[in-house]
């Protein structure tokens, strides 16, 4: 039995030189040793996995990096965007604005003997039958209550009823407490302008104490009679409907308003003129 374990041990020494030298031939002919083919017959498939992971975070840099590219083209267009949206409100309003020079051109403060100062509206306030706005000038601007507001194309606007420094708050014709003395500029009729107070006439303006045999033609002009406040002919709206008051003695008439109330931006303040 011990002979036959020696013998054992013998061919396993044997068996395993013989592959030690196998190994180290193939070694030299393949410039390898067998434990750096074992080693990298073991590393090959976690450099695949390693190779893979790095195209994958390859790919996700680019995506990123493209995606802040993007994101920073983006941020530079709407720049952009609102750059030229500013540009074309500003060309509208710098339009709106040569309109109401050229406008403003036929009122002439000297020859009509007026004392006028202009100002834009800043603010509205209009609930129920009232209807006011305030103006970014005011007493230090010469403006006091109870001056007239106007157009540039002589139209009514309405009365100063507060002021400040450099604000003034304007009642328009369309509220119901302004009353206005006024007259049919074809036929001379005279009467009394206020806003329309009844339902279905917001935004018009009524003329009432016509006289009874007053003969009201659609379209015609209805202007100031002249007063302290208001000079003459200053334009208050056209007729668009009549018809007799309640007690059927006087006649009424619906007007619209000569000056657009709702657009309004730019008003002049008569600050003084001369009586007729």
Partial sequence: MKHFFTTKIKVVLIAALIIAVGLGVIGN??????????????????????????DQAEKYYNYMFRYEALEAENAALRQQIAQME???RN?????????????????????????????YIIGWDSVDW?????????????????????TENKEVVGLVTEAGPNYAVIKTILDSSLEISASVAASGYSGMVTGGYAENQEGLLRMEYLPTNAVLRNNDQVVT????????NLILGYIID?????????????????????NLEQVFILTDFTME
Avoid: H, W
């Fill in 29 to 54: 002919l393949m410039g390898k040793t067998a434990v750096d083919s074992l080693v990298q017959s073991m590393l090959t498939p976690l450099r695949a996995g390693v190779s893979a992971l790095t």
């Fill in 86 to 88: 500013e540009d074309n």
């Fill in 91 to 119: 060309a509208d309003a710098q339009a709106r604005e040569n309109d109401r020079l050229r406008d403003l051109l036929k009122l002439d403060p000297i020859s009509e003997g007026y004392a006028l100062v202009d100002a």
């Fill in 130 to 150: 009232s209807s006011s706005f305030t103006i970014n000038r005011g007493t230090n601007a010469g403006i006091q209550v109870g001056m007239c507001a106007i």
């Fill in 225 to 232: 009679a002249g007063s302290t406040v208001y000079p003459r």
């Fill in 242 to 262: 009549a018809g007799f008051d309640q007690s059927g003695v006087a006649k009424y008439a619906i007007l619209k308003p000569a000056a657009d109330i709702e």
